[in-house]
């Protein structure tokens, strides 16, 4: 059978009908997660065991799936692709992982990331780069890297991720598939491996717009043991993607999409596919229009995402130490023994953020850096939800092109890139409903186009991106297929 | 001489089913690792969840302790790296403390002396540790489990003064049953900053700390020897190094680390707890159940009962006992009377059986209702002490005896002159001892005898006057 191609309704449907069972469909999964693994290396672990599930009608029963290996699994190893956890086996499950086992989801494994989720090409884990199903010179992206080449490469229908400045809707771009984190919220956090607590989202991966809905119904929903979670609502997200989208109101960034400023070829072939989207999007009832944003504030999101970041990133991990889990190594004093944990524990990209956020936070500092990035983040949050009491969504290229290729240069230089490449991270400052789906291919490599939408309305979200879908007609697609 | 400045840190535990930010129980146990959560242990992906109960506890404290409450409850990060933080970061409260700018009145010898509060703030305790010769353990009992810490204004000037702000203190904790803060389980400790200064300066001298002091009299010892130490140096014309000093088990304080610059805990806010926002109506709920504390009761018995010193103290000193009273009060008629019953009966009842008020089984509004019976003459403060102890002994209510006994007393001057009539008919040598002889001595007898006739039951007083009006007209008859 067509397992690669499925969709999760489509695969329910074969179960449903006795056409396989759910260990057939494990097997082809591991099978398919082994054969690409030297290749890819999308998983830290793979499960090799095929271990009974709760029956029930869930929509994901008996469907494979993977997690990224930032969430805990009792008994599952779960490294957060770092040394200083390569032993680490939990002793307690995520909420989300939780609620797939209830579901009875089947693991396929666990995902590789960008160390301890902090990075954004899916080149740092401590077992190796992640490379692009479409192209295997490219970078697939982090730092959901795993999670995302699984999908891409179709050894699983859907998969989690975590995102915390677009470590989802970025990978899902370059994979060619769709990425979707909801309001910061509506899924719980528990369990996930906290890289920045305030700007942290769990999302998934799929290859269409309705299975993210599916997996986000599993997904969602008030959780006591995170406090920051939203209240439950009475509505499924995969039973309102048709709802009619007759005069919902979209903006682009006129600051962003000013096809003039870029050099590069590849980033104007962008523009110009994503201003003939605009256009089909009009004829088909949507209304578009351009909205100037202080460009001050535009220039301002990435630095202000990398001092928040690694300001909470360097208090959150404080608790790698050696001392209640993870290798220790010798050492004469605690403080020693602590140190030493943390020198060969974390690679030098690691240490320099954890330096970064150590001095952002000093007191001398604090002011004058973290507290200044909290302001301007709410000075962005501010403006997005003014343009929320008008708009339904902020429309953008999730990505100026495709994935770039391990030695590309960076092209940090341009600032206009820089924004253009960074400009998700804004959902992640108003935790924002946000989904990135396949908009163009250009020379076989995806392109997505990232749609933002009012905070709690994931809802509006997931119903416009279904016809945004609807209307690029890219969905479903495997890496490797021809003539895309 | 050198002017001492005190000012004191003060952690105590609150009582709560769980611990600060998990649902692991907060009780005391010499077990090492079985109160514990995966929150406590600081396991990656792990979120706090705040306990409503620890918040509403740190906020009735800080009202009974005069502060300001905030608008919003807010915890922060404090970050440093040691062993028994598992996190790597305590969650505490910088931004907005429970309470600002309080105060606590303490009497000392007789003089009421106000402690300036500078602020009261919730966080949670670390886990503990025990160092060995070559390792050392850990115990996670007690990490998580909500503290709170109360630091005061510069404002102490004696290791007396200290010590009973302790005393205090420790007695709002209890009186607002917040904490049992019992020290010897280490759930009340304190840090104390003390510099000296020469009586005109203006600036303060140089700050010693000294750290996790348990018991009130090492607190007492720890600031008299460095008192003496300090005094001794600045004589000699030497320096005082800033640095935090450890009090040992002979009274004397030992240097642990110079401290150069204040360590610096890169606080910020907590972001996985959402600011809750604090409702006139919920802090006006709290405030409503802040008892009156021990110095406005002692007061109050002073003032408005008329109460000695001495029974002031005794009736103050505990919460439950003074609870007690107060019921007893509130429903007798005799506050006099209510005192003697609580005071030497039901007080020395406690300490005979040693047990506390809560497993005394007479009620206050029994005791009241005895108060009202003797005070009413209905029956005799003898009849009614008799009673207490019965009931007390019986495990039954007095009234109940009363009734059972035929207890109540006659205070009916008829019935009472007929009984004592049949009397005198029964004993006529005694009456002519007295008509004969003028022998008062038989009165004594008399009273006796009614009394036995009415098992106890005629009230004293009223049968001796009658005793003797009866006595008179037999003499009178006998003469005509």
Known sequence: MDYR????????????????????????????????????????????????????????????????????????????????????????????????????????????????????????????????????????????????????????????????????????????????????????????????????????????????????????????????????????????????????????????????????????????????????????????????????????????????????????????????????????????????????????????????????????????????????????????????????????????SFAPTFDASSERLNPKATVLENHMAIANFGGFPSITLPMYYNNNLPVGINLTGKVRDDKTVLNMAKKIEDIVNLKNKVAGDENV | MYKVVIGLEVHCELETKSKNFSSAPNTFTRTPNINVATVDLGLPGILPVVNKEACRKALKTAMALHCENPDEVVFDRKNYFYPDLPKGYQITQVTKPMGRNGYLDVLVNGEKKRILIHQLHLEEDTASLEHNSNFSLIDYNRSGIPLIEIVTEPCIESAEVAVRFLEELRDVFLFCEVSEAKSNYGQMRCDVNISLMKENDKQLGTKVEMKNINAFNSVKAAIEYEIKRQSELLDKGEKIIQETRRIDEDGKTYSMREKVDAVDYKYFIEPNLPKVPLSKKYLDEIRKEIPMLKLERFELYQEKYGLSEYDAGVLSADKKISDYFNEVVENSNDTNLALNFVSTSVLSTLNKLDITIDEFLVKPKSIAELVNRVHDKKISLDHGKKILYQAIKEEKDPIDLIKEQHLEQINDEDKLLEIIKNVMDNNKEQVRQYVEDGNTFVYNFFVGQVMKTTNRQANPNISLELIKQELERRKQNDKK
Not at chain 1, 56 to 69: C, F, H, R, T, V
Not at chain 1, 129 to 151: C, E, F, H, Q, T
Not at chain 1, 180 to 187: H, M
Not at chain 1, 268 to 282: A, G, I, M, R
């Open chain 1, 5 to 400: 191609h499925k969709t999760i309704k489509e695969l329910k449907q074969d179960l449903i009908d006795e056409k396989t069972t759910s260990e057939e469909l494990f097997k082809e999964a591991n099978e398919l997660a082994h054969k690409y693994q030297d290749e890819y290396n999308s998983f830290v672990t793979i499960i090799d065991k095929y271990k009974k599930r709760a029956k029930n009608d869930s929509m994901i029963n008996g469907i494979p799936y993977a997690i990224k290996d930032n969430f805990s699994t009792s008994n599952i190893l779960t490294t957060a692709s770092s040394n200083i956890l390569k032993d680490y086996i939990p002793v307690y499950d995520a909420t989300v992982y939780k609620k797939l086992k209830i579901n009875g989801g089947v693991l396929v494994g666990k995902t590789t990331l960008d160390e301890l989720a902090m990075g954004g090409t899916g080149t740092t884990a401590h077992t190796g780069v992640v490379k692009n199903p479409w192209d295997k010179k490219r970078l697939i992206g982090g730092s959901s890297a795993g999670s995302a080449s699984a999908v891409s490469l179709g050894i699983v229908p859907f998969s989690i991720g975590s995102d915390t400045g677009d470590s989802i809707r970025k990978p899902a771009s370059f994979g060619g598939i769709v990425g979707f984190k909801p309001t910061y919220g509506r899924i719980s956090r528990y369990g996930l491996f906290a890289f920045a607590s305030s700007l942290d989202h769990v999302g998934c991966f799929t290859r269409n717009v309705e299975d993210a809905a599916i997996v986000t119904d599993i997904l969602k929903g008030h959780d006591p043991l995170d406090m920051t979670t939203l209240k439950d609502e009475d509505i499924k997200y995969s039973e309102h993607l048709d709802d009619d989208i007759k005069g919902k109101k979209l903006f682009y960034i006129k600051e962003i999409c000013n096809i003039e400023g870029y050099e590069d070829e590849n980033i104007k072939k962008t523009f110009k596919e994503f201003y003939k989207l605009v256009d089909k999007l009009k004829e088909e009832g949507f209304i578009v229009e351009e909205v100037s944003f202080d460009e001050n504030l535009l220039n301002a999101i990435y630095p202000t995402y990398m001092t928040i970041s690694c300001a909470e990133a360097t208090s959150n991990n404080a608790n790698l130490t050696g001392i209640q889990f993870g290798p220790r190594p010798k050492g004469d004093s605690i403080d020693e023994i602590m140190f030493n944990a943390r020198t060969e524990g974390f690679s030098e990209l690691i240490k320099r953020r954890f330096i970064l956020g150590s001095y952002i936070l000093q007191k001398e500092n604090q002011d004058k850096l973290f507290l200044n990035a909290c302001r301007i983040r709410r000075l962005i949050v501010d403006k997005m939800n003014e343009l929320f009491k008008e708009y339904d969504g902020l429309i953008l290229p999730a990505s100026g």
